[in-house]
């Protein structure tokens, strides 16, 4: 389907999607949070697409909510009073939706952050599986410098990428961070020359779709439930359980031919 505001481009079992409203940084408004939501619909029904990257056209990655669309709310001050749960929810959009189907997502989602990061943006970036950045990104949390907290699940992922005390950091200032920093802290994953962004995270995710689909999506799912399990026991029987499913592929039976056989496996996610 056609896209205004974004673009999905599909390519050797890699998908990606751009945030393409340039002349705003990549601001969110509601059409748009609909588009990048109808793009992740797209992306998890298609087999043959085996990883995603999002990022962003232009010099910015995403800066989170268009600041006009949040003087709406400011000018109708009568109509915010009223709010009830579900008009929040109908004022913030799909984006909650979509960073949790980014979590549910048995394919691998990576963000390649081509500048700045901020607000909502920042944790668009935060709910992918995987960050490369360019030696150009910044990132800001910024929400209490517009007296709210931040969304786009971020204050639940922060503290799980950089600890507690960094994320308050980050949080209650509100500050500035570069790409060298978000990179000292454990935020991301690498830093690249500019220049080299997409070749590098294309490069990152060709490596990611060569490995069994199957396999691939259950270890994602296994480590995501491992960071909140309680019990070691029972995490390491749902391990079991989950391995031994998998041996009852194809792939998993290629990955043996292929070793035996001296040569690279072709997985068909079967």
Do not use: W
């Amino acid at each position: 389907m056609p896209y205004k505001s974004v673009i999905l481009e599909k390519k050797d079992m890699i998908a990606t999607i751009t945030l393409n409203k340039p002349d705003v940084n990549n601001a969110f408004d509601l059409p748009m949070m609909g588009e990048i939501d109808d793009a992740m619909n797209d992306v998890a029904q298609d087999a043959d697409i085996r990883a995603l990257i999002i990022t962003g056209a232009g010099k910015a990655f995403c800066t989170g909510g268009d600041v006009s669309y949040l003087q709406t709310l400011i000018e109708d001050r009568a109509a915010f009073s009223r709010t009830t749960i579900g008009d929040a929810v109908r004022r913030i959009g799909t984006m909650p939706t979509t960073v949790l189907k980014i979590r549910n997502m048995v394919k691998p989602v990576i963000a390649a952050v081509n500048g700045v990061a901020a607000g909502g943006g920042m944790g668009l970036a935060l709910a992918c599986d995987m960050r490369i950045i360019s030696d150009k990104a910044r990132f800001s949390t910024i929400f209490i410098k517009r007296g709210v907290i931040p969304d786009c699940a971020a204050t639940f992922n922060l503290p799980r990428l950089v600890g507690m005390a960094k994320a308050c950091e980050l949080v209650l200032t509100g500050r500035v961070i570069s790409a060298q920093e978000a990179e000292r802290i454990g935020l991301v994953n690498m830093v690249v020359p500019h220049d080299e962004l997409m070749k590098a995270t294309r490069e990152f995710a060709a490596e990611i779709v060569q490995n069994p689909p199957l396999a691939v999506g259950l270890a994602k799912a296994a480590l995501y439930r491992g960071l909140d399990a309680e019990d070691i026991g029972a995490h390491m029987d749902y391990e079991n359980y989950t391995q031994n499913a998998l041996m009852g592929t194809e792939d998993f039976q290629e990955g043996i031919n292929s070793f035996f056989e001296k040569r690279e496996p072709v997985f068909k996610g079967k």
